[in-house]
């Protein structure tokens, strides 16, 4: 028996849910690469990127996942044998440092906590060991999607400075760009890693990367450059240089709407949007909390991301069931736990082209299954998300 008809509601962290005129803008045919309107579609997103990471710095574009534009950000600035400090605080950060170790960087890594954000004062205290400046970089998610907490990239830096240390500031911004405020140029940020696929409400398919001076200062004499990812080659006089070859164009065209549609809302709305949501998603978690086999991953409120919910599940109880539940019976896709999370919980997505209509499914088909499957919770989680957001939101 199923109770769903219809598109299935994502409530994935990517890749997430597309606004049908992003989908329409990229159902064209290819132009030329050399002329005409796609050079406009690569100078105005490339331009208007800026406005997003809120940057006088360079942008790039990438034919590739967020994992390649990890790699863009170590090989453009770094050299074989640097030394870089990975800031822990779930999965990502990790997988970013793993990356640069197979590049033959030397990676140490500021053990952290999967149910906390990064330790403003451990990160001071290590720095300030550090007195011969042998870190060259410093490597940190403002949102991690595995374990749903964000970090205060704005403190991360002030400890940085505290220390009077020298060392780039490299963060990973995939999961919470076009989601929640990410000020590059005022934050101290050296280089800024996003994708498309996430708050950006665009496909799969493009890295998105921002360098401020200091990188681009660094960027002549690293020695880890290869032809694809290097900054030189792309900042070259003809069009196709600045993807290295044929443009991936439809997912351009597909940008180019999704920052109209960001632009048209208005980006501070944009925020708002997500805040109430998250909260919402937070509220009926903490009542479901009550009844002792669902908890949120992230123990502090204010850790917690406005783009991505993880939540853990009693090992008395099978996540996989939960999943299956919501998405054969009621229509509703969640995120698995993955990384140190994997197997014990699950994930609600509110990231993107997402409103209460979705958000409020979600919770309800998560209710139903709970309830379905004999997982003790406190009832009225959903009723819990309406009255935050009828609150926020008066008539």
Not at 92 to 110: K, N, P, Q, R, T
């Amino acid at each position: 028996m199923t109770l769903t008809c219809g598109r299935d509601i994502l409530a994935l962290p990517g890749p997430t849910t597309l606004p049908d005129e992003v989908l329409n803008a990229s159902h064209r045919q290819p132009v030329d690469i050399y002329d005409g309107p796609l050079l406009e579609t690569t100078d105005s997103c490339l331009e208007d990127l800026r406005r997003v990471f809120r940057t006088k710095g360079k942008t790039y574009i990438y034919a590739s996942n967020g994992h390649g534009g990890w790699e863009a950000a170590l090989t453009n600035v770094l050299n074989r044998g640097d030394k870089i400090l990975v800031l822990e605080s779930g999965r990502f950060a990790l997988g970013w440092g793993e990356m640069a170790d197979m590049l033959g960087i030397d990676v140490e890594v500021l053990p952290g906590d999967v149910r906390r954000a990064v330790d403003a004062e451990a990160l001071e205290a290590r720095l300030r060991n550090d007195s011969e400046g042998a870190i060259k970089a410093i490597l940190v998610v403002q949102v991690d999607t595995a374990s749903g907490v964000y970090n205060d990239i704005a403190r991360l830096r002030q400890a940085i400075d505290a220390a009077g240390h020298g060392a780039l500031f490299m963060v990973d911004v995939i999961a919470s760009l076009g989601t929640m405020p990410f000020e590059m140029d005022d934050w101290g940020v050296d280089i800024a890693v996003a994708g498309s696929q996430k708050g950006l409400m665009t496909p799969p398919g493009l890295a998105l990367l921002a360098a401020g001076e200091r990188a681009m200062a660094a960027h002549p004499s690293a020695d880890l450059r290869t032809l694809y990812w290097d900054w030189t080659f792309r900042d070259g006089e003809e069009h196709y240089q600045k993807y290295c070859g044929t443009p991936p164009e439809q997912l351009l065209f597909a940008l180019r709407k999704a920052l109209d549609l960001l632009f048209a809302e208005g980006l501070e709305a944009v925020f708002t949007r997500h805040r109430l949501l998250a909260g919402a998603v937070q509220r009926a978690v903490s009542v479901w909390a009550e009844g002792g086999a669902v908890d949120h991953n992230i123990l502090k409120p204010e850790e917690r991301s406005d783009s991505v919910t993880s939540i853990r599940l009693d090992p008395s109880y099978d996540p996989a069931d939960l999943r299956r539940y919501c998405k054969d019976v009621c229509g509703i896709v969640l995120g698995s736990g993955i990384g140190p999370l994997s197997g014990k919980g699950f994930r609600i997505a509110h990231m993107g082209h997402v409103g209460a209509p979705a958000v409020l499914a979600s919770l309800g088909g998560v209710e139903i299954a709970m309830q379905a499957l004999g997982i003790p919770h406190g009832r009225g989680g959903v009723q819990a998300a309406i009255d935050w957001l009828a609150e926020q939101v008066p008539g």
